[in-house]
């Protein structure tokens, strides 16, 4: 089996990191735009798309070792995702809160209804920047290209059932301050979120929350995966609070792991006692018990369904945080 395509966007660079041989090399093309999101095309090999900071939407067709604009110039990106249900079809998030969809690989580029226009609108607010607020995460369902979730950093999860025509509005119980979200595709309805009020899960598709917590050491909650061989196997990453998160020097993130309706059990193998990095990012492989992790260390790899981690590609310089990962196929 080919070795999946890895791309890390640090806020200066987008990285192509081959597990295979550890090599970590930057892509080109960035002309000083500065990345804050990255994702793979699950129906194209070898494209990803990028968001910017202010410089719209980036493309690459030959996995990650350039890159060129795609549309949105001007635009500040925080979060990308190619629909896995439909080729062709790239949601693009913005601050302020709102979303862009492109249904012809980015020539194209339409507003959806707006997002601010939502009754809890006048709640949201980042707290870096209480002026203003973001998407800061797009869920995709596997299989019904209509069907999106938007993590709004801080306010809000928000859905939509007609591809962002119509938005249905946060609902008592959920998150607030919504980080990601993840969907397997065996059990696209049961949803995982990972939080700056914590965890929470929906057997439904969002109408009602749980937020089960025995056995967690902290609160403040960055990045999710789940296993892609066994949907009841879910693992999170976080920090004692948000300025412990983020940035490399004065992190304290931890990973946390749960099966089923069991307690939170803290992952130890392969991170740092006592914790002193970021809180890492995690992403989903393609196999069963496959799971990825990006911290300022490098890239690390489980194959046990999050159990233990080994590093498999370093970064020769360390980044001070990191705003985007992305785990897919290999370039054809």
Do not use: Q
Not at 98 to 127: H, I, K, N, Q
Not at 270 to 299: H, K
């Amino acid at each position: 089996m080919p070795a999946p395509l890895l791309l890390v966007a640090t806020g200066t660079e987008l990285l192509v990191v081959d597990p295979a041989s550890g090599r970590v090399e930057p892509g080109e093309g960035l002309g000083g735009r500065r990345p804050s999101c990255v994702a793979l095309d699950p129906h194209r090999p070898g494209r990803a798309w990028a968001g910017t900071t202010a410089d719209g939407v980036l493309r690459s067709d030959d996995g990650g070792r350039s890159w060129a604009p795609s549309g949105l110039e001007g635009r500040a990106i925080l979060s990308i995702a190619a629909s896995p249900a439909a080729p062709d079809l790239v949601w693009a998030g913005c601050e302020p809160s709102a979303l862009f969809v492109s249904r012809d690989g980015g020539v194209e580029w339409l507003a959806t209804a707006e997002l601010t226009e939502l009754p809890s609108s006048p709640e949201w607010a980042f707290p870096p920047k209480p002026e203003t607020h973001h998407v800061r995460w797009i869920g995709c369902h596997p299989t019904d290209p209509d069907r999106l979730w938007l993590a709004i950093e801080a306010g809000a999860l928000v859905r939509t059932r007609d591809g962002g025509r119509s938005w249905s509005d946060r609902v008592p119980g959920g998150p607030f301050d919504t980080h990601e979200l993840a969907v397997h595709p065996e059990r696209p309805e049961f949803l995982r979120v990972a939080a700056g009020d914590g965890y929470f899960e929906s057997p439904d598709g969002g109408d009602r929350w749980e937020r089960p917590r025995e056995g967690f050491g902290i609160g403040y909650l960055r990045s999710i995966a789940i296993d892609p061989g066994a949907p009841g196997v879910v693992v999170v990453s976080g920090a004692s609070r948000p300025r412990s998160t983020y940035v490399a020097g004065r992190a304290d993130g931890r990973v946390y792991r749960r099966e089923g309706d069991g307690p939170w059990t803290r992952v130890r193998e392969g991170w740092p006692e006592p914790p002193v990095t970021i809180a890492p990012l995690l992403r989903a492989g393609t196999a069963p018990g496959e799971l990825w992790a990006a911290d300022e260390r490098g890239v690390h790899r489980s194959d046990d369904g999050g159990m233990g981690w080994s590093r498999v590609a370093p970064f020769l310089t360390r980044p001070s945080n990191l705003r985007g990962f992305a785990v897919g196929g290999s370039v054809a």
